[in-house]
Nanobody
């Protein structure tokens, strides 16, 4: 089992930045690829970004490219999502997820690719 706990969400204004963190415990963190997803009210959970176990490769949704950066610190069992130039449409609950499977890049976009999920952290961006 892998336990994931997100933090760092909050209420910000458009144009502001936030840094989300996801702390993992239970298994060897460096064996897992990590992903960030988000779910807005009334919408399906959507891929935001993913990072391979070593941190050597990252993947982004089009909506996140150029504004969000995913990174990880395997020594601290933590994955981060730096979000800049936030927009009201970024408002959602943000979830981190973990998978021990190796996929081609596009497969990390699927919620079904992940075995473990956190409970989420709310991000609200006001206009």
């Amino acid at each position: 089992q892998v336990q994931l706990v997100e933090s760092g969400g909050g209420l910000v204004q458009a144009g502001d930045s936030l840094r989300l963190s996801c702390a993992a415990s239970g298994r060897t963190f460096s064996n897992y690829a990590m992903g960030w997803f988000r779910q807005a009210p009334g919408k399906e959970r959507a891929f935001v970004a993913a990072i391979r176990p070593s941190g050597g490769s990252t993947f982004y949704a089009d909506s996140a490219k150029g504004r969000f950066t995913i990174s990880r610190d395997n020594a601290k069992n933590t994955v981060f999502l730096q979000m800049n130039s936030l927009k009201p449409e970024d408002t959602a609950v943000y979830y981190c997820a973990a998978t021990s499977d190796y996929y081609s890049g596009s497969s990390y976009y699927r919620t079904g690719a992940y075995d473990y999920w956190g409970r989420g952290t709310q991000v609200t961006v006001s206009s």
